[in-house]
T-cell receptor
């Protein structure tokens, strides 16, 4: 079992839809959680960074963490064609090699106009 | 405001040749990371520098790979005697603390 599982999709939605992207993880040492957006042939762009269980909102993006279930989500409201990209979840622990990010495979999202 | 800069962006090389990638981190970022990403996969950790000290090197990094960060500024990743399995995007990232880690645009390597 991989440490981080992420459904690769692809996910296709109409413009304006609410998008839900998810990751599960098995390593209880993971304490910090990130979402990155990656356009084709570009580097990952940091979208959200969270630590606590609960919700964190930034514009149209909401990151949700449930440490008891080892489950994190990213919600995108009022999705736009410019949101079409691969979304990567990433996480790290709080001790030892805590600088090392472990990524999911990424979910490919297409928002259709 | 300049982000993490990587050069070259694309490199095509013949099997057995050596290649070197350069990374210029965000100014004042003392932490620097290298990751590798293949098609359909998330980035995988390769190595980490805090200032000029290389603190960890992943087992993914065979003896053919070497990374340096002289004087804690830019970094280079060299691959000797390239193999087709080395074809991937090599990503550099930097951060000031451990929380906000910013990636560059990546350097694509194709070994033919």
């Amino acid at each position: 079992q991989k440490e981080v599982e992420q459904d690769p999709g692809p996910l296709s939605v109409p413009e304006g839809a609410i998008v839900s992207l998810n990751c599960t993880y098995s390593n209880s040492a993971f304490q910090y959680f990130m979402w990155y957006r990656q356009y084709s042939r570009k580097g990952p762009e940091l979208l959200m960074y969270t630590y606590s269980s609960g919700n964190k909102e930034d514009g149209r993006f909401t990151a949700q963490v449930d440490k008891s279930s080892k489950y994190i989500s990213l919600f995108i409201r009022d999705s736009q064609p410019s949101d079409s990209a691969t979304y990567l979840c990433a996480m790290r622990g709080s001790g030892g090699s805590n600088y090392k990010l472990t990524f999911g495979k990424g979910t490919l999202l297409t928002v259709n106009p | 405001d300049t982000g993490v800069s990587q050069n070259p962006r694309h490199k095509i090389t013949k099997r057995g040749q050596n290649v070197t990638f350069r990374c210029d981190p965000i100014s004042e970022h003392n932490r620097l990371y290298w990751y590798r990403q293949t098609l359909g996969q998330g980035p995988e950790f390769l190595t980490y520098f805090q200032n000029e000290a290389q603190l960890e090197k992943s087992r993914l990094l065979s003896d053919r790979f070497s990374a340096e960060r002289p004087k804690g500024s830019f970094s280079t990743l060299e691959i000797q005697r390239t193999e087709q399995g080395d074809s991937a995007m090599y990503l550099c990232a930097s951060s000031l603390a451990l929380d906000l880690i910013y990636f560059g645009e990546g350097s694509w390597l194709t070994v033919v």
